[in-house]
Every structure is written in structure tokens, then in C-alpha cells.
Nanobody, 123 residues
Framework: HVRLVESGGGTVQAGDSLRLSCAASEGSDSPYDTAWFRQVPGKAREFVAVISYSGLSTLYADSVKGRFTISRGETKYLVYLHMANLRPDDSAVYYC????????????????WGQGTQVTVSG
């Protein structure tokens, strides 16, 4: 079992940047792709970005392409989401998700989920 913990959310102004972190429980040696999704109240969870276990492959939603960057950290247990030029419609709870094996944009493809971190963009 993999436990995921997100951090880095907060309230920022439009145009600001923010970096979210996703920390996986150490000791898990299974390879896994890691993604970020987001959700606003009353709407379905939305794919944001995914990075392969190797870090060599990434995929982004059109709405964040060119503004957000997903990356792996110093260890295989860390994944970041760098968000630049934030807009009010980026406001949501952001979730980290991990999949044993290849995964892409489908919520159902992921095996483990974090509790989420709130991002609010004002202005």
C-alpha cells in the first residue's frame, strides 16, 4: 500500500506561482506513475498532469499546458507540480494519485490517492 500526502496549497493572487508537493510513503518499491487531479465542489475530478515512474514522460491537460510543470524530486518518493501564471479558474482541491503500472488521464487508472490540498486563486 502507498500513502500519498500533498502539501503546498494556499491562497494566492492571479498571476502568482505555487508549488505543490506529493510525498509517497517510503519503502514502496513498486514502480508507479504519479498524477495530479483537481476538483471543485459540484464538478467531477479533472486530470491535470501525469509523470511516468522514470520521469521521462509527461502529459498535461490542455487547460494547464505551458503554465504547469510536473516533475520528480530528489527521491522517487517526491513529485512536484509547479504552477505558474495562476488564474481564478485554477482554484480547486488538488489531489495526488499513483498507479502501479502505466497510467494516463483516467481517474480509474490510479490505485492510490492523497487527501488533497486546497489552492485558491483570487483576483
Amino acid at each position: 500500500h502507498v500513502r500519498l500526502v500533498e502539501s503546498g496549497g494556499g491562497t494566492v493572487q492571479a498571476g502568482d506561482s505555487l508549488r505543490l508537493s506529493c510525498a509517497a510513503s517510503e519503502g514502496s518499491d513498486s514502480p508507479y506513475d504519479t498524477a495530479w487531479f483537481r476538483q471543485v465542489p459540484g464538478k467531477a475530478r479533472e486530470f491535470v498532469a501525469v509523470i511516468s515512474y522514470s520521469g521521462l514522460s509527461t502529459l498535461y491537460a490542455d487547460s494547464v499546458k505551458g503554465r504547469f510543470t510536473i516533475s520528480r524530486g530528489e527521491t522517487k518518493y517526491l513529485v512536484y507540480l509547479h504552477m505558474a501564471n495562476l488564474r481564478p479558474d485554477d482554484s480547486a482541491v488538488y489531489y495526488c494519485a499513483a498507479s502501479v503500472g502505466r497510467a494516463f488521464m483516467g481517474e480509474h487508472e490510479y490505485d492510490y490517492w492523497g487527501q488533497g490540498t486546497q489552492v485558491t486563486v483570487s483576483g
